[in-house]
């Protein structure tokens, strides 16, 4: 599966605006920022629709706030859902400062999260 350059692009300068100097790595059929050894935010595309979007590890309370909103959806690679991540369909990220705000709270999150093994 492809994943948007564009919104990589994009993901790319909001962490490095953000003072943010994470690896790319692809991961899970997209691209994954691993800020230190964990992931924080990634490109991918909606399985079901084929929409681009972003994965963003905020943490399961921001999660179920975030499932409020129309361009959320649980992420769930192969069917199982992962408490910590949404995804963040395209529509939710037209402008910059949309965008900032997803990336800002995985940025924010991920001294919480913990190391997969």
């Not at 964990?38 to 963003?56: E, H, L, R």
């Not at 995804?87 to 940025?107: K, M, N, P």
Request: aromatic fraction near 8%; glycine fraction near 8%.
């Amino acid at each position: 599966m492809a994943y948007d350059e564009y919104l990589a692009d994009r993901v790319r300068q909001t962490l490095s605006a953000n003072g943010v100097n994470a690896e790319a790595k692809r991961l899970m059929g997209g691209l994954c920022f691993v800020l230190n050894d964990k992931m924080c935010v990634g490109i991918s595309q909606n399985k079901k629709t084929g929409q681009p979007g972003i994965i963003a590890r905020i943490g399961e309370e921001k999660v179920q706030e975030a499932l409020q909103k129309p361009y959320c959806h649980v992420f769930s690679p192969a069917g199982r859902p992962m408490k910590d991540f949404i995804f963040i369909e395209d529509t939710g990220l037209d402008s910059e400062d949309e965008l900032a705000f997803w990336v800002r709270q995985a940025i924010d999150f991920n001294p919480l999260a913990k190391r997969s093994k």
